[in-house]
């Protein structure tokens, strides 16, 4: 599976559903779309725990995560 690296996120929805972006911005630079995920709200909604767990178990390993981008 390739990866790509990602520093910036749009996240968008309607009524039936959520669409993620993911794209590589550079200073001064519009961002360039290269992943984009449409998923059910139930869906977005797991995906957010998931998130909030991992996120969870990543600050009791190595502290915590900094709002201002530190770490």
Same mark, same amino acid.
């Given at each position: 599976? !390739?990866? =790509?690296? /990602?520093?910036?996120?749009?996240? %968008? =929805?309607?009524?039936?559903?959520? #669409?993620? !972006?993911?794209? &590589?911005?550079?200073? %001064?630079?519009?961002?360039?779309? =290269?992943?984009? #995920? #449409?998923?059910?709200?139930?869906?977005?909604?797991?995906?957010l !725990?998931?998130i909030?767990? /991992?996120?969870? &178990?990543?600050?009791? !390993?190595? %502290?915590?995560?900094? #709002?201002?981008? /530190?770490?």
């Amino acid at each position: 599976m !390739e990866g =790509h690296f /990602s520093n910036h996120l749009r996240i %968008g =929805h309607n009524g039936y559903e959520f #669409i993620f !972006e993911f794209a &590589q911005c550079n200073v %001064g630079e519009d961002g360039m779309v =290269h992943t984009r #995920i #449409i998923t059910a709200p139930v869906y977005a909604k797991a995906f957010l !725990e998931v998130i909030k767990e /991992s996120v969870a &178990q990543y600050e009791a !390993e190595f %502290g915590p995560i900094g #709002i201002d981008g /530190s770490r």
